[in-house]
T-cell receptor, first 114, second 112 residues
């Protein structure tokens, strides 16, 4: 069963903020929200992750709702190079010796329009 | 800084042939992963390793074997290739299980 739900595609004008939604209504207390993107069949690239507080880095901001059932990835000033498939992934953060892989859905194909 | 390097980048195999895909990382990461991606789909985990000498099965392990004899290398083997294994294969590594994963550029494999 998919842990996340994302729209299959979105458009955004260049220079505008791109807001990508993700629903994860069954998220557990020890699961984090991760975002990756994949540009034109290249290897996926990590963007950001968070547990319950909003997070920001040089690439994007992550806004997680208070009930943690949904989140939004924000690219503040989208450029043409941000056109990619964006994956929202929910998983446990293994700080010790545990591990599993990332479970990728189909993601959102974000198209930045000039 | 090379990061994660996959060899080869492209390969065509005949049904029944065998081959090994090599993944090398220079970041001293403990964890390494092999994924496959079919057209229009997300990545699916084949096998992974949490350290030198250890391996574990992922979501779609059948038809593949792996080895992690050295910390920096993770090998994916196909003993008898089948057309269903035509895919793009990605290797990844991470410092810990929950930290940022770095991906290679992929190996495009076609089995005819």
């Amino acid at each position: 069963d998919a842990k996340t739900t994302q729209p299959p595609s979105m458009d955004c004008a260049e220079g505008r903020a791109a807001n990508l939604p993700c629903n994860h209504s069954t998220i557990s207390g020890n699961e984090y929200v991760y975002w990756y993107r994949q540009i034109h069949s290249q290897g996926p690239q990590y963007i950001i992750h968070g547990l319950k507080n909003n997070e920001t880095n040089e690439m994007a901001s992550l806004i997680i709702t208070e009930d943690r059932k949904s989140s939004t990835l924000i690219l503040p000033h989208a450029t043409l190079r941000d056109t990619a498939v964006y994956y929202c992934i929910v998983r446990v953060f293994y700080s010790g010796g545990g591990a599993d892989g990332l479970t990728f859905g189909k993601g959102t194909h974000l198209i930045i329009q000039p | 800084n090379a990061g994660v390097t996959q060899t080869p980048k492209f390969r065509v195999l005949k049904t029944g042939q065998s081959m090994t895909l090599l993944c090398a990382q220079d970041m001293n990461h403990e964890y390494m992963y092999w994924y496959r991606q079919d057209p229009g789909m997300g990545l699916r985990l084949i096998h992974y390793s949490v350290g030198e000498g250890t391996t574990a099965k992922g979501e779609v392990p059948d038809g593949y074997n792996v080895s992690r004899l050295k910390k920096q290398n993770f090998l994916l083997g196909l003993e008898s290739a089948a057309p269903s294994q035509t895919s793009v294969y990605f290797c990844a590594s991470s410092y810990r299980g929950g930290t940022e994963a770095f991906f290679g550029q992929g190996t495009r494999l076609t089995v005819v």
